[in-house]
């Protein structure tokens, strides 16, 4: 699928959002990719995962593991792990720090991939790599749907992305005048109680 293919799949989906967003790195933008409007519809969700997995296994070969961070990368990892034919683990916060918990596990040799849905800071990825590091196996790289950094993001491992765009973001003190005069919203789940 091409860029424009995927974001007229979030277009389709009402989850091209535009307005004041604050992000999950604390960034601000006027632009907000609301994934989960898409994941609620199967259809869409098969269908951008099975490009996905696609491109995910000419790059890594037989995958294990799916583990993806909550709550984004929930749906995604389960969906890319059905089409892989493997199994898909999630991490959650708990007091913000990303754990895998429920008896989740991963064995000594099994090849993992990381799940997410948007790239921005690629905060999030980092803290899955190092969560990963406290448990065996192997992570050989990462996926997502959307990198809205253009490639630019550090995501600690290599990142196949179905799609690469370039959304602007900006520092909370440094916005351009048209977004300083908006209410800001934060539609992502860190920092929530
Ligand atoms: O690359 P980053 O700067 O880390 O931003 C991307 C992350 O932000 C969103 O998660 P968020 O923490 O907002 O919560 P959510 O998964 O519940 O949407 C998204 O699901 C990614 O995990
Ligand atoms: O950076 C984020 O938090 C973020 C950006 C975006 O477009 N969509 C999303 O779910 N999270
Ligand atoms: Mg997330």
Redesign the pocket.
């Given at each position: 699928m091409t860029n424009e293919e995927v974001l007229a799949v979030f277009r389709e989906a009402g989850a091209l959002l535009e307005g004041h967003f604050i992000l999950?790195s604390g960034r601000r933008s006027p632009v907000f990719l609301q994934k989960a409007l898409v994941f609620s519809q199967p259809d869409k969700s098969e269908k951008l995962c099975a490009a996905l997995a696609k491109k995910l296994t000419e790059k890594f070969g037989k995958i294990d593991v799916v583990a993806g961070?909550?709550?984004?990368?929930i749906i995604p990892g389960y969906e890319l792990a059905r089409q892989l034919g493997c199994r898909s683990i999630f991490a959650e916060r708990v007091d913000g720090q990303l754990q895998f918990r429920r008896g989740f596990s991963i064995s000594e040799g099994e090849r993992v991939l990381i799940a997410?849905?948007?790239v921005t800071t690629g905060l999030?990825f980092r803290e899955t790599v190092e969560a990963l590091e406290a448990l065996p196996g192997e992570v050989v790289g990462g996926a997502c749907i959307i990198d809205r950094s253009g490639g630019r993001a550090d995501v600690g491992c290599e990142l196949v992305s179905l799609a690469s765009v370039n959304f602007p973001d900006y520092d909370a003190d440094d916005l351009p005048p048209e977004l300083a005069l908006m209410p800001a919203v934060k539609p992502?789940?860190?920092g929530l109680a």
């Amino acid at each position: 699928m091409t860029n424009e293919e995927v974001l007229a799949v979030f277009r389709e989906a009402g989850a091209l959002l535009e307005g004041h967003f604050i992000l999950s790195s604390g960034r601000r933008s006027p632009v907000f990719l609301q994934k989960a409007l898409v994941f609620s519809q199967p259809d869409k969700s098969e269908k951008l995962c099975a490009a996905l997995a696609k491109k995910l296994t000419e790059k890594f070969g037989k995958i294990d593991v799916v583990a993806g961070p909550a709550v984004g990368g929930i749906i995604p990892g389960y969906e890319l792990a059905r089409q892989l034919g493997c199994r898909s683990i999630f991490a959650e916060r708990v007091d913000g720090q990303l754990q895998f918990r429920r008896g989740f596990s991963i064995s000594e040799g099994e090849r993992v991939l990381i799940a997410e849905d948007i790239v921005t800071t690629g905060l999030s990825f980092r803290e899955t790599v190092e969560a990963l590091e406290a448990l065996p196996g192997e992570v050989v790289g990462g996926a997502c749907i959307i990198d809205r950094s253009g490639g630019r993001a550090d995501v600690g491992c290599e990142l196949v992305s179905l799609a690469s765009v370039n959304f602007p973001d900006y520092d909370a003190d440094d916005l351009p005048p048209e977004l300083a005069l908006m209410p800001a919203v934060k539609p992502g789940s860190r920092g929530l109680a």
